[in-house]
């Protein structure tokens, strides 16, 4: 029997030993691979380790959760569980009639840097921003935490906390998870319409052809989008690149747009273009094309991994630094980590969970859900489909590539 090599992606490696030793689930697997050795690079784009010290303590507003039993809560589209009428969403339901606690939730997240860029100028200006809990990538959730613009989280308030998977607890932009805990992990690849397309889409260069010029909708998240055509062009994304492999994939990207190959770059409103039918195929989330196929009852729409890899992320809820029902926020975000009710949400959303216990709850509800590779990934899965974290960027860095990303995307 052949030799094993082993991924070369630090992250990966991480997760794999994980997996070994506790047997995690595939979304303790991903959120594993995601975190990394160091790295933190769980999320599309690892973000750097904050400075030594930590950040100077800031004045909490007065909470009142006491007596306002209320939580408002910004996420992500197609990012909760709902009924079938696709009116309300169940585990919230049951939240509100556990705890009394009016819970309200909206879909406000399109985009991480357009969201925060909206609410960004109240939160510095201490205004509250009218939400106590809001969900962002890892890359995100650094900046937020190095600008002192979200509030430190009540662990011992937050007994289900614990049930964090063991290589996410200690992410190099929250050590220690004092300000955030992970909602969801998923991947990068790409989606489309298998009828309507008449071909697998198995690598970029089938996504990008004449045939399908015009019809592809990409990601505006720059460590997706740029993180699959990197690999693509032959880079390890979590190794040591630089700027020439960096403009060489903008390069890439550019022709592609003026060639006419991308009709949209989008956050998640890019389902839009492929409930349409604007769009055939893109570059897109794990987890939309499941809910694509519910929503337009149309069982086509595939999700895979292109040959040359696939990208890592992952979304974290924090509080606010304006918001008053911190405590209110610590209960929704502690129900959530009951491992049964990880699952509930964890079968409707078909992303990666970050609950330990998830896995054994899910083969109660189903045990086809309970071994898939989108929700439970095995070793060989992310192994073999090379995916991978995006490597940590520095201060600079991030500023200068994001800067050439926002001339890039028109925002």
Request: glycine share 6%; with cysteine; hydrophobic share 40%.
């Amino acid at each position: 029997m052949p030799r094993r090599i082993p991924p070369s992606d630090p992250a990966v490696r991480a997760l794999i030993r994980s997996a070994r030793a506790s047997s995690l689930s595939r979304r303790s697997l991903l959120s594993a691979s995601a975190m990394g050795a160091g790295a933190a690079a769980l999320t599309a784009c690892a973000p750097p380790k904050p400075p030594a010290g930590g950040v100077a303590a800031v004045k909490l507003p007065t909470d009142v959760s006491a007596t306002e039993k209320v939580v408002n809560w910004a996420n992500w589209t197609a990012y909760l569980d709902m009924d079938d009428e696709g009116k309300t969403y169940p585990t919230l339901e049951a939240f509100i009639k556990e705890t009394g606690i009016k819970a309200t939730y909206t879909e406000d997240i399109d985009d991480n840097d357009s969201y925060v860029s909206k609410v960004r100028p109240q939160l510095e200006a201490k205004q509250d921003i009218g939400k106590d809990i809001i969900t962002l990538t890892d890359w995100m959730a650094n900046r937020m935490i190095r600008d002192q613009l979200v509030q430190p989280l009540e662990l011992i308030q937050m007994p289900n906390a614990g049930n964090l998977l063991p290589p996410l607890k200690e992410v190099s932009f929250d050590p220690g998870r004092n300000y955030s805990l992970t909602w969801q992990s998923g991947f990068a690849g790409i989606g489309y319409d298998k009828e309507r397309v008449g071909k697998e889409l198995k690598t970029l260069d089938d996504l990008f052809t004449p045939e399908l010029r015009g019809k592809v909708v990409v990601l505006s998240e720059m460590r997706d989008t740029l993180g699959l055509i990197m690999q693509w062009q032959g880079v390890d994304i979590a190794g040591n690149w630089g700027k020439p492999e960096y403009d060489k994939a903008i390069e890439k990207f550019n022709q592609l747009v003026s060639d006419g190959y991308i009709r949209r770059i989008k956050g998640n409103s890019y389902l839009n273009d492929l409930k349409s039918g604007n769009a055939l195929a893109g570059i897109v989330w794990s987890g939309d094309l499941f809910i694509l196929r519910a929503e337009t009852e149309n069982d086509n729409w595939e999700f895979t991994i292109p040959e040359s890899g696939g990208t890592l992320w992952s979304d974290n809820m924090m509080v606010p630094i304006t918001s008053t029902h911190r405590r209110n926020a610590e209960t929704l975000m502690n129900y959530y980590y009951d491992p049964k009710v990880a699952a509930e949400v964890a079968a409707w959303v078909n992303y990666v969970c970050p609950v330990v216990g998830a896995k054994q709850e899910m083969e109660k509800i189903d045990q086809e859900l309970a071994q898939s590779p989108f929700i439970f990934p095995s070793e060989d899965y992310l192994t073999k489909n090379n995916i991978q974290g995006f490597r940590a960027l520095t201060a600079q860095e991030d500023a200068d590539y994001s800067a050439e990303w926002a001339k890039v995307v028109g925002n």
